[in-house]
C-alpha cells in the first residue's frame, strides 16, 4: 500500500512536475506547482513527517501560492508566446542533459555513502512534539535567525509600499 | 478487517447525515429568515415545505447546465469540483463524541483520528481558496473576476487572526488532535462550572472564541463580509457564470464550510461532546428537551391560527416523544447524549450564521480589510500573549 501511494504521488508529483515548464499560461503553471506541492506533502506524510506535511499544505500549498495566483489573476497576464529557439539548445539540448543526469547519477552511486533503502513507518521523529523539541534546543539559534530575517524582510516591504503612497 | 469494516459503517453514517444536514440547513435558513423578516418560508411543498430541500435538488439537477463559450473550459470546470471536494473532506476528522463500544469493537465516534487535524482543516482551508478563485477568473467575466479576487484576499487576510485564535486553545490543550483538545476540556470547577475553553481559569478564551467566529464568518464568505457575492455590486460574484449543478457545488461548499467551522468552534472553545452540568443530570436533558418540544407541538392544535392543519404538530409530537423515549433508555444513552451535546452546541452556532445574516448588513470592502488587519489581528496577538503568559506561570 505504502509503496504503490509513494509510485502514484512520485509520478504525479514530476509530471506536475514537467508540466509546470511546458504550460505557457502562467495560471496553469502555478496550479501544476500545487500539485507538486501537494503530492510532496503526501510523501512528507508517507516518511512519518506528519507535521511538515501539513505545514507545507498550508504554508507553501496555502499561503505562498494564493499570493502566486492572485497577483497573476491582478496582472492578468495572458499566455506566454514562444521566442525562436537557439540553435546551441536545439542541437546540443538533449545529450547534454542526459550527460548531466548521468553524472549525477555517477556521484550518488560512487562518491556518497552507500545509503541503506528507505522504510515506510519505521521513522517516528516528526511529530509536532518533535520538532518543536528540536527546533527550541538545538536548532534555537538558526531559528531565531530566520525569524530576525523575516522580520527585515516585513519592514522592508512596509518600507517599500510606503514610498509609493507619498 | 474489522477495522475496515467499523470504518466502512462510520464512513457511511457520516456521509448519509452530512449531506442530509447540509440539504436542511438551507431549509433551516430559509425558515429562520423568514421569520425574522416576518414572512412564512417554504410552505408548499410537503408540510411547512419540509421536503423543499429535495424539490430543490431535483430543480438543480434537471436545469440546463449552460458551458459559456467563452470560457477558460478546463479551470472552468475543475473549480466546483476543488470548491465541494475540499469543502466536504474535512468533517472526516471531526469527533462527535468519547470512544463507544460499538458490538464488541471499540471505536472512536469519529471516522479517522488524526494526530495533526488541526493542522489538517488549517491546510485545507488555505487550499479552498483556489476553487472561488479560480472560478472568478475562468469564467472571463468582470464580476466573477472582481469576486474571486475579493474573495481571496479576505480569506487571506482573516487566516491570520483565525489562526491566531486556534493556537489559545492548542496552548492549553498541548496537542493537535481535535480528540485530545476536547478531552482535556472534560470535568468541572467547584462541581458545577464546566471546564470549558470559554471558562478557563483563569483566563477565559471568550475573546479567542469571539475572534474565531468573526474570522470564520469571513472565511466561509458568510453575512456581513459576503463581499465576494455582494448581489448589488457584482451580480453573483465568482459564482455568475455557474448554473445547475456546478452551481449547487458552490452552494454545497459554502454551507459544508460552515457546518466545519461551528465543529471546530464547538471542538476547540465548548468542550466538544461534554455536557453543560455534570453527568448523572445532564444524561436527561435530551429527554426532558423533547418532552418539552412534544407538549409545545400538542399545545399548537389549540391555536386558532392552526385550524386548517390538524395532521403536522400531532405527528411532530409524537416524533418528539419516541425522540424523549429513545433518548431515555440507558443502552442507547452512551451513544446519544454525546451526540446530542455536540450536535446542540454546533446547531446553535450555525443558528447564530443565521440570526447574524438576518440582521447585519454587509460591510463596504474598505472596512473590511480595515477591521482584519487594524483590529481583530492585533487583538487576536493580545489575547495569545495572554493567553501564553497564563500558560506559563500558572
Known amino acids: ?166 | 478487517m474489522n477495522f475496515f469494516i467499523v470504518s466502512l459503517i462510520k464512513i457511511a453514517i457520516v456521509f448519509a447525515v452530512f449531506m442530509t444536514t447540509l440539504a436542511y440547513l438551507q431549509w433551516v435558513e430559509r425558515k429562520v429568515l423568514a421569520h425574522i423578516q416576518s414572512r412564512t418560508g417554504p410552505l408548499r411543498v410537503g408540510p411547512h415545505g419540509l421536503l423543499q430541500p429535495l424539490a430543490d435538488v431535483f430543480k438543480l439537477l434537471t436545469k440546463e447546465d449552460l458551458l459559456p463559450p467563452y470560457v477558460n473550459r478546463f479551470f472552468y470546470l475543475l473549480a466546483p469540483f476543488l470548491a465541494v471536494s475540499l469543502a466536504l473532506v474535512s468533517i472526516s476528522i471531526i469527533p462527535f463524541g468519547p470512544e463507544v463500544n460499538f458490538f464488541g469493537t471499540r471505536t472512536f465516534m469519529q471516522i479517522s483520528d488524526l494526530r495533526v487535524g488541526i493542522l489538517f482543516v488549517l491546510a485545507l482551508s488555505a487550499v479552498s481558496v483556489y476553487g472561488i478563485a479560480l472560478a472568478g477568473w475562468s469564467s472571463n467575466n468582470k464580476y466573477s473576476l472582481l469576486g474571486g479576487l475579493r474573495s481571496s484576499a479576505q480569506m487571506i487576510s482573516y487566516e491570520l487572526p483565525l489562526t491566531l485564535a486556534i493556537v489559545s486553545p492548542l496552548l492549553l490543550a498541548n496537542h493537535l488532535s481535535f480528540r485530545e483538545i476536547a478531552t482535556s476540556q472534560a470535568g468541572y470547577y467547584l462541581g458545577f462550572i464546566p471546564r470549558w475553553n470559554i471558562f478557563q481559569m483563569p483566563f477565559p478564551q471568550i475573546f479567542a472564541f469571539i475572534i474565531f467566529m468573526i474570522a470564520g464568518f469571513a472565511e466561509t464568505n458568510r453575512l456581513p463580509f459576503d463581499l465576494a457575492e455582494a448581489e448589488n455590486e457584482l451580480v453573483a460574484g465568482f459564482h455568475t457564470e455557474y448554473s445547475s449543478m456546478k452551481f449547487a457545488c458552490f452552494f454545497m461548499a459554502e454551507y459544508a464550510n460552515m457546518v466545519t467551522i461551528t465543529c471546530v468552534a464547538t471542538l476547540l472553545f465548548l468542550g466538544g461532546w461534554h455536557p453543560l452540568f455534570p453527568a448523572p443530570y445532564s444524561n436527561w436533558v435530551p429527554s426532558a428537551i423533547a418532552l418539552l418540544a412534544a407538549i409545545v407541538f400538542f399545545l399548537q392544535l389549540r391555536d386558532p391560527a392552526r385550524k386548517r392543519d390538524r395532521f403536522t404538530f400531532p405527528v411532530f409530537a409524537l416524533v418528539a416523544l419516541v425522540a424523549a423515549v429513545l433518548f431515555a433508555i440507558p443502552f442507547l444513552q452512551t451513544y446519544l447524549v454525546p451526540l446530542f451535546w455536540f450536535c446542540s452546541k454546533a446547531g446553535l452556532l450555525l443558528f447564530t450564521y443565521i440570526w447574524v445574516r438576518g440582521t447585519l448588513p454587509r460591510f463596504r470592502y474598505d472596512q473590511l480589510m480595515h477591521f482584519a488587519w487594524t483590529f481583530l489581528f492585533p487583538c487576536a496577538l493580545l489575547n495569545l500573549l495572554a493567553t501564553a503568559f497564563c500558560v506559563a506561570v500558572f
Open chain 1, 1 to 166: 500500500m505504502d509503496t504503490f501511494l509513494f509510485i502514484v504521488c512520485a509520478i504525479v508529483s514530476v509530471g506536475c512536475a514537467v508540466n509546470l515548464v511546458l504550460q505557457k499560461h502562467p495560471i496553469s503553471s502555478a496550479l501544476s506547482l500545487i500539485g507538486v506541492m501537494g503530492s510532496l506533502a503526501v510523501l512528507y506524510l508517507l516518511l512519518g513527517a506528519e507535521f511538515i506535511a501539513m505545514a507545507q499544505m498550508i504554508v507553501y500549498g496555502g499561503a505562498v501560492m494564493v499570493l502566486f495566483i492572485f497577483v497573476i489573476m491582478l496582472l492578468n497576464a495572458g499566455t506566454e508566446k514562444t521566442s525562436a529557439k537557439s540553435w546551441f539548445a536545439q542541437i546540443a539540448g538533449f545529450p547534454l542533459l542526459s550527460a548531466f543526469v548521468a553524472l549525477l547519477a555517477f556521484l550518488i552511486k560512487v562518491v556518497l555513502p552507500p545509503l541503506h533503502p528507505v522504510e515506510f513507518g519505521s521513522w517516528v521523529g516528526g511529530t509536532a512534539e518533535a520538532i518543536g523539541m528540536l527546533l527550541f534546543t538545538k536548532y534555537l539559534l538558526p531559528f531565531e535567525v530566520t525569524s530576525v530575517l523575516i522580520l527585515i524582510a516585513i519592514i522592508g516591504a512596509v518600507v517599500l509600499a510606503r514610498k509609493e503612497i507619498d
